[in-house]
Nanobody
Framework: QVQLVESGGGLVQAGGSLRLSCTKS????????MGWFRQAPGKEREFVAA????????NAADSVKGRFTIFRDNVKNTVYLQMNSLKPEDTAVYYC????????????????????WGQGTQVTVSS
């Protein structure tokens, strides 16, 4: 069974940065396409960023483009979401998700595409 664990959330002032991490218990993440999603109170879960299994292709929601970056470190078996220039509207629980194993250059931006989810980490941005 694939278990994903997120970390790195917290409280930060507007304009600040955070780096979220996602690791997998038992086995490598390098065989999976990865994604980050978020859910704010009273709102539906929304796509944030995605990364192909090959690592060569990424995509991000318009609301975070230019501020958030998804990338992976296969040596550390970790996928990251670097979040810069944070805004209060970025406040949400952030989830990492994995699809696979999938040996593909495709990235996925719909939550229904993913097979495994982490428990989420809270990010709060104060104004």
């Amino acid at each position: 069974q694939v278990q994903l664990v997120e970390s790195g959330g917290g409280l930060v002032q507007a304009g600040g940065s955070l780096r979220l991490s996602c690791t997998k218990s038992g086995g490598t993440l390098s065989n999976y396409a990865m994604g980050w999603f978020r859910q704010a109170p009273g709102k539906e879960r929304e796509f944030v960023a995605a990364l192909s299994q090959s690592g060569g292709r990424t995509n991000a929601a318009d609301s975070v483009k230019g501020r958030f970056t998804i990338f992976r470190d296969n040596v550390k078996n970790t996928v990251y979401l670097q979040m810069n220039s944070l805004k209060p509207e970025d406040t949400a629980v952030y989830y990492c998700a994995a699809k696979g194993p999938a040996y593909t250059v495709t990235y996925y931006y719909q939550s229904s595409d993913y097979d495994y989810w982490g428990q989420g980490t809270q990010v709060t941005v104060s104004s």
